[in-house]
């Protein structure tokens, strides 16, 4: 197909058929194409380097995107990114770090890929101090930027740290955004202060799974199992279909009331939306019955 289609491939062509190979996991395909890519002479092309980069980072080849990136003789901040996204995906930290350093005109996604880097390697209090250099470096954070640096408060429970994100955010034009509001929500639960979750999940204008499932988990983490299943209700009033987490944590906290009752109707939901054979589901499942029948 790409001999005979020789004539009108381009970057465009390489660069969509790159993504689809990431996305759909075709590791033989995706290394034919990046023979074609250097045959036709797009090996330099950084529009077609990014998107090869993260194909073999999101296939585990990380050493293949490496010797890749070493290779390219012309190399934009995009591609840096890249490179780092993908290394911190395989844990090399310092590896990410030593790059990240070495980048003479750094953005915001530069910064924001690092903070949430080392947030998804366990190392929230270095992801915490690289947020404070981008902000003493003037660069804008964006709605990732803040999450990240939220969950790093929420998991080492620094309630009043937190409390300072939340004020600047508030200065922001973020103040409205559906993924900080549900961080915002994670934090303050995780923090113990569930009053504040609930404030700030309130006056949310635009909420997803993603914030009702932060609202019914702050809820069972902190003891209140009657208010998570309300509000699995209440989420499901407004039309929002849950995930696995969602259902795996409504689950848990009818097990922790010992309400076999409404634990079997959940049961039945996970078979409906097809939800049944995720590990969280299942374990939630396992350790109700156990419970109830103790």
């Known amino acids: 197909m790409l001999k005979d289609a020789a004539m009108n491939l381009n970057q465009i062509t ?13 590791m033989d395909l995706g290394r034919q194409i990046h023979g074609q890519i250097l045959k036709f002479g797009f090996g330099s092309y950084v529009f077609v380097g990014s998107p090869l980069l993260d194909m073999y980072a999101k296939l585990g080849l990380i050493y293949d995107a490496k010797r890749y990136y070493d ?11 890249t490179m780092i996204i993908g290394l911190m995906w395989c ?22 890929t690092m903070i949430s880097g080392l947030m998804q390697n366990g190392m929230e209090r270095e992801a915490i101090d690289m947020f404070r250099e981008m902000r003493l470096a003037g660069f804008t954070m964006d709605q990732f930027t803040f999450g990240s640096v939220l969950t ?16 600047y955010v508030i200065r922001t034009d973020h103040k409205d955004n559906v993924f900080v509001g549900s961080a915002l929500v994670d934090m303050y639960a995780k923090c113990k202060s569930i009053k504040s979750a609930e404030t700030v999940f309130k006056r949310m204008t635009k909420k997803n799974v993603v914030s009702w499932t932060a609202m019914l988990v702050g809820y069972g983490q902190n003891g209140f199992s009657e208010e998570a299943v309300k509000i699995f209700f209440e989420m499901q009033r407004n039309g929002v279909e849950p995930d696995d987490f969602t259902l ?29 054979s995720f590990i969280t589901v299942f374990n939630a499942l396992i350790t109700l019955y156990g419970k109830c029948y103790a």
């Open 248 to 276: 795996g944590s409504v689950i848990s906290s009818c097990a922790n009331l010992a309400s076999l009752e409404e634990g079997a109707q959940f049961h039945c939901q996970a078979l409906v939306f097809g939800l049944i």
């Open 14 to 26: 390489f660069s969509t058929m790159l993504i689809l190979c990431s996305n759909c996991h075709w």
């Open 71 to 81: 290779e390219m003789l012309e190399r934009n901040v995009v591609m840096c990114n």
């Open 91 to 112: 844990g090399m930290v310092e590896e990410s770090k030593r790059l990240f350093h070495g980048i003479k005109e750094r953005d915001s996604i530069s910064w924001t």
């Open 152 to 167: 790093a408060y929420g998991s080492l429970l620094a309630l009043g740290e937190g409390k300072q994100i939340h004020a």
